[in-house]
């Protein structure tokens, strides 16, 4: 009896010894995954701010932000989306959808109409998708591409196929172009909004469940967690912010086109999603990351074009960091087996 | 490759039905355990060899150390004199030695006959000669005296049907040998018999076939030669003539004691009943009816595949309930959502804990609190602090050994994995607790850990189910045992009537009376 006991015991340190070392690898990687898409961010900025004089512009880093505001608003619902294992190529749809939605209703109705509305087609598309990928199990690629081709038919069957142009007195203009601290509030907005994203995620018990759903479907079943109405809510969110994305660009460009997201806006956001080192398999994943990512994406073609790189190059570019990327991820995860 | 395997073991030799497959003085840890200790034995052409033992014993450790899936840390083989070593499947198909194992390796969307000549195609130049492939099939089919097409899809056949495709295989590549490692688990009667004449002229024509089985009297019936294991030790070889059931019994029981338990309290009958099955019916699960009391542990036994999980599943409403009811504390447990029943009071910890029990990557703070978030949050809003103290609570009560409950549970042993499991449960204060084999991969010391748990869970008052394989487990723990086979409950066995004989011989009855019984 002594025997055993003893022997146990001296298992234990050598075990805990060893887990103590590991887990100290185990948080340099973790910080790591931030530094991967951190340090390149910040050693790209400054090597902008050297190159061109005028990025460090109060204007044109202002003007960044505001054009990806709605990148970076679809971008973050997408990563709560990925992290509970799913995957949501309709965003770009919805997004045209409720770009000529907001945009039609702007022209009749006041703006807060206009604007409740389009949240709401943004919201009620995203349950749609929810509950066909959850109820129906149909693999999330081939149903949320499926519904994008819908989702396109209806915003052209709603502007007639034409160019929607909106005046700049009207309230809704105000939605997206007020300034404080001379910063609009398109900015703003968004900014709210993935904060709020990035606190849900990572705060409260829907965000345990949802990196849950994830990591585990069926140990998160077992435990406890209703899978399927936690990626309900998550493509619902996508489709809430593929909306708010929509109603805001509406109300910053003043116009309105059914193919004016597309799947170049889905994959442009994938992409964000991505280089932020959110893995695509599900379970582990960052707002803020997916912030960084964005935003990345957007210097490097902001820097480009300052640079007077042929836009040509531009995706290819892209392309190349993209696969750097997802190399990493798959990189990280083996080292840590 | 190929042609270097036949000049090290010139055809001849294979061909003439081998000689004797001689295993010498084998063994296989895994990770310490050793599941095979140097076991010796011989196989001689034209007959039918059994391997049998209780889970676990190291039948099937045998068994693929003969296939080649596995290497022996010691021992060596030999054929025919020929000694062999082996590192992949394939080097053993060389030989002349082809496995058939429980998952069948059939792919769905090949034709019968593409499936048999799978990755070695009768082919000119890369294209695959189908005529001349069909005409082989037809004279292996007619060899053998099965009826398939060689155009069937492999999607729509049988099981049975599917593993004759399997023993065809083996037959296209010249076998001499054939391992099977539970054919029959999943047959249906008239299929079984029809394996079993599949069985005799192969070792009419000459071949060994070496059968792993759980059913005696198939066993009984089929084989030449016996051997049983216990333990991962050979206990003894004999001629099938000379054994009975009784016989093979008893040469699987009697292990030696490695793990103390706790000692039992006497659970009264007179307590509350927490949860009542009554004739409840799902996937596996046939008419089970059963009452648990509290402060009882209850351990249900039986073979792999006897339904026990799947019991477990059906009272968790994780699985499609057809029939029957479960009352949890004498109210009805509806509904078919885990969530539900654990809202309710009933906690399952599944038999897998990597595949169904944890989120490996995550960490064993998330792990423990998942099932009641509730308990440590606002409005949705996890309170840390809270959330800490209460898991580290729960980690000091059922003794995680972790070094930060920040850590990722894949650094964690075993061991503690399991108990972060009940960690989690013990976080749902729950009346009925079901615990699916509570110490599979566990080691020692952990185990001991875990009986004290369960035991103190119980004299908390909480019911306890335990579903175990290690039968030494059920009866150490057990206050009743319920004995399972094919979805049934056979035998309930309670005090002085609870022992290895009973049990075993319960679990262990011939299958075909039992399918008569139930038709």
Known sequence: MNVRVETEETLEVESSNAGRFRLGAFRLLGSWRLAGIGIPFAVLFVVLCVWSAPFHSTTNLINILDQQAATLAIAAAGTLVLVAGGLDLSVGAIYGLTTVVSGNLAEHHSPWIAIGVTLLVGLGVGLVNGAIVAYLKINPLIATLAMSFVIGGVALKVSGGNLIVLSQNSGFYKFANAQFWSIPSAVWIVFVFVVILALVLSRTTFGRYVVASGGNAEAARLAGVRVNQIRIITYALSGLAAGLGGVIDTSRLLSAQANSGGSGLTFLVLAGIVVGGTSIAGGEGSVPRTAIGVLFIALIYNGMYLLNFNVLYQPIVLGVILLAAVGLDVWARKRRG | ?519
């Open chain 2, 1 to 519: 490759m190929s042609t270097r395997n036949i000049d090290e073991a010139p055809r001849s030799t294979a061909e003439a039905s081998g000689g004797d497959l001689v295993v010498t003085g084998v063994s296989k840890r895994y990770g310490g355990v050793p599941a095979l200790s140097d076991v010796s034995l011989m196989i001689t052409p034209g007959t039918v060899h059994a391997l049998v033992g209780e889970n676990g014993a190291g039948k099937s450790t045998l068994g693929k150390i003969i296939s080649g899936v596995i290497s022996p840390d010691e021992g060596s083989m030999s054929l025919g004199g020929v000694p062999l070593s082996f590192r992949s499947p394939r080097e053993a198909m060389a030989h002349g030695i082809v496995t058939i194992v429980q998952e069948l390796a059939i792919v769905p969307g090949l034709t019968v006959a593409e499936n048999v000549y799978l990755g070695v195609e009768v082919s000119t130049a890369g294209f695959v000669r189908r005529r001349e492939s069909r005409r082989q099939f037809r004279e292996l089919a007619k060899k053998v005296g099965f009826d398939l097409s060689p155009d069937w899809r492999a999607s729509t056949l049988s099981i049975a049907d599917q593993q004759k495709v399997e023993i065809m295989r083996a037959l296209s590549r010249n076998a001499s040998i054939v391992v099977m490692d539970e054919p029959t688990a999943a047959l249906s009667g008239n299929e079984t018999k029809a394996l079993h004449e599949i069985i005799r002229s192969l070792a009419r024509e000459g071949k060994s076939v070496i059968l792993i089985s759980h059913f005696l009297s198939e066993v009984l019936a089929l084989a030449d030669v016996i051997t049983t294991l216990r333990d991962g030790q050979l206990i003894r070889t004999v001629d099938a003539k000379d054994a009975t059931e009784e016989s093979l019994i008893e040469g699987m029981l009697g292990h030696s004691l490695t793990t103390a338990f706790p000692e039992k309290v006497v659970a009264q009958d007179d307590k509350d009943v927490v949860l009542e099955v009554e004739h409840l019916q799902a996937p596996g699960v046939n008419d089970c009816s059963f009452v648990l009391h509290a402060g009882e542990i209850l351990g249900v036994a039986g073979l792999v595949g006897a339904g026990r999980s799947e019991l477990a599943r059906a009272i968790f409403r994780d699985a499609k309930v057809t029939g029957g009811t479960v009352r949890l504390k004498g109210e009805e447990l509806g509904g078919h959502s885990p969530s539900r029943s654990i809202r309710r009071g009933l906690v399952f910890i599944p038999e897998s804990r990597k595949e169904m029990g944890l989120l490996i990557g995550r960490s064993v703070k998330e792990n423990i609190s998942l099932s009641r978030l509730d308990l440590v949050s606002r409005m949705g809003w996890i309170a840390g602090i809270r959330e800490r103290r209460k898991v580290g609570d729960l980690m000091k009560t059922v003794n995680v050994r972790a070094a930060s409950m920040r850590m990722p549970v894949s650094m964690l042993s075993g061991g503690n994995q399991q108990k972060l499991l009940f960690a989690r449960s013990v976080m749902c204060s729950p009346s009925v607790l079901i615990a699916d084999e509570p110490t599979r991969g566990v080691d020692v010391g952990s185990k001991r850990a875990i009986y004290d748990l369960l035991t103190e869970m119980a004299e908390s008052g909480m019911g306890v189910v335990v579903i175990s394989s290690d039968l030494e487990e059920v009866l150490g723990l057990a206050h009743r045992v319920l004995v399972m086979r094919h979805g049934r409950i056979i035998t309930e066995l309670s005090g002085e009537r609870i022992n290895e004989q009973a049990v075993l011989a319960a679990a262990f009855a011939e299958p075909t009376t039992e399918g008569s019984v139930s038709s």
